[in-house]
């Protein structure tokens, strides 16, 4: 039998929806449309009536991104455990920037309290536009094997997966919710070069695979977000001077920096324009990347 032109034509369109992994769950022909877009860059950059969800938003690298949102208009949303740290830090920038900003407080290893603090920002902003999933903690026992190592290392492995790794899928599972509803939606998570490359000379293998694991995780959710329009990256720190370093032997820090092709850590303000970037409309076609800020590092 031979086919029409117009029944050819109904095939291949059939065929490239059922074949195409971002269309999976919807009908919508090929090429979808491009966005619209500003003419000029800088209103791209613009958060203005955006909502952005930072978590560990309440210092270091999570705050200095919150107070940049702030500055491009967002309301933003903070989590964190410590619930006086991270309202005093709302305060700061409610009192600096006059925009809308709110504090919550939780342990985001918990399942369940991540589901209720999102429900309760939705209730508070109306919605979420933007996630940045950012709280995260170190390892400072050594090697595996190690006496430290063996003694604490179940509880501290598992620590460290739940916070850096398993609370962002938690998350995922609501605010993915949202984004599909709204087909539109960027998530963004703070993985590390730690992912790509082993810190010497102190060893942090769990740290090293929570990152690793990250940044993957972006990459698996761009592609099974995209069918909604929602974008998944990730962004990977060198060694940054936020204090997170500052319990680790001296010694350690000094190696680091004679590593760092920069010779010196950077600061959380030399990363906020990579957040920038990715939670704006700057970056409509960027998903699935993950950006290495770190002075060099892993081009050596
Ligand atoms: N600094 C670096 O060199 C570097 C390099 C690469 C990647 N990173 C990553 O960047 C992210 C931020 O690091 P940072 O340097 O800014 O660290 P930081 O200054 O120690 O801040 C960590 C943030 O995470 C929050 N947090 C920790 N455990 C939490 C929990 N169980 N529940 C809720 N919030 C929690 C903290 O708030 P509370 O204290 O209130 O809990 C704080 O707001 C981390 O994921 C880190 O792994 C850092």
């Not at 933007?130 to 006496?147: E, H, K, L, M």
């Amino acid at each position: 039998m031979t086919l029409t032109a117009s029944q050819t034509q109904e095939t291949t369109t059939r065929e490239v929806i059922t074949t195409s992994y971002i269309l999976e769950d919807s009908q919508e022909p090929l090429p979808r449309p491009s966005p619209q877009l500003k003419k000029n860059i800088f209103d791209n950059f613009s958060l203005a009536g955006k909502v952005a969800v930072i978590t560990g938003g309440s210092r270091g690298i999570g705050y200095a991104v919150a107070e940049c949102y702030c500055q491009a208009g967002a309301s933003v949303a903070l989590i964190a455990s410590n619930a006086e740290r991270v309202e005093q830090s709302a305060k700061a920038l409610r009192a600096e920037y006059g925009c809308k900003v709110e504090s919550y407080t939780l342990d985001v290893a918990q399942p369940a309290k991540c589901d209720e603090a999102i429900a309760q920002i939705v209730q508070d902003f109306g919605t979420i536009d933007i996630f940045v999933g950012n709280a995260g903690i170190i390892w400072t026992d050594g090697g595996i094997i190690s006496d430290a190592g063996l003694n604490n290392g179940i509880e501290k492995w598992r620590r460290i997966m739940e916070i850096n790794l398993n609370a962002n899928y938690y998350f995922a599972r609501s605010v993915g919710q949202i984004f599909k509803e709204k087909k539109s939606g960027s998530f963004i998570l703070t993985s590390s070069m730690s992912g790509s490359i082993c810190n010497v000379p102190n060893y942090q293998t769990a740290y090293n695979a929570s990152k690793a694991g990250l940044k993957h995780m972006a990459k698996s959710l761009a592609v099974e977000w995209a069918s909604f329009n929602a974008r998944v990256n990730s962004i990977s720190p060198g060694y940054i001077d936020s204090g997170i370093s500052d319990v680790l032997d001296p010694a350690i820090l000094a190696k680091w920096n004679s590593l760092i092709p920069f010779g010196r850590q950077g600061l959380p303000q030399e990363l906020v324009g990579a957040y920038l970037y990715l939670a704006s409309d700057a970056s409509t076609y960027t998903s699935g990347s993950d950006i290495v800020i770190d002075g060099g590092y892993c081009s050596v």
